[in-house]
């Protein structure tokens, strides 16, 4: 038994089309910001653990090589996988925090600024948008009681 209705409307609930702020310059700088740093890390760290997957599966002697009494190769490239990861996400956490969430903060700013000024009326020429409906009215009708 399907109980969705058959012509659901598309898009989010609010009414909102978001493909002109995905087409703004101001989000694909933010998205090329984020690009840029994410996918050479990614790559980067992809690599990284292939290359100690390979060496760990072909190069068993290498591999088994004493560092320091009891420590072999393959042990302390194990513990450099983990303290890689927090590396980058440490290092991720401070880039994001000095480039993507100003650039963020700003656009998400603009866009509520937007939306207040398309809920409130504001701006010559301006009708309410009839899904309105803080008080279960239409919008634009005044309570006359």
């Given at each position: 038994?399907?109980?969705?209705?058959?012509?659901?409307?598309?898009?989010?609930?609010?009414?909102?089309?978001?493909?002109?702020?995905?087409?703004?310059?101001?989000?694909?700088?933010?998205?090329?910001?984020?690009?840029?740093?994410?996918?050479?890390?990614?790559?980067?760290?992809?690599?990284?653990?292939l290359l100690y997957v390979l060496l760990s599966n072909y190069a068993g002697g290498f591999m088994g090589t004493k560092v320091a009494g009891n420590l072999n190769v393959a042990f302390v490239l194990g513990l450099a996988q983990f303290v890689t990861t927090f590396l980058i996400a440490w290092w991720y956490s401070r880039f994001a925090a000095a480039k993507l969430d100003p650039k963020a903060h700003a656009l998400k700013t603009r866009l509520e600024a937007e939306d207040l000024s398309r809920t409130t009326g504001a701006g010559i020429g301006h009708q309410a948008d009839p899904r309105d409906e803080d008080k279960g009215e239409l919008a634009g009708q005044e309570d006359d009681a």
């Open positions: 038994m399907d109980t969705a209705p058959e012509h659901a409307p598309s898009g989010p609930p609010d009414g909102r089309d978001y493909t002109d702020v995905q087409n703004s310059a101001e989000f694909g700088e933010l998205r090329s910001r984020y690009r840029t740093f994410v996918f050479p890390l990614t790559v980067a760290f992809i690599v990284w653990y």
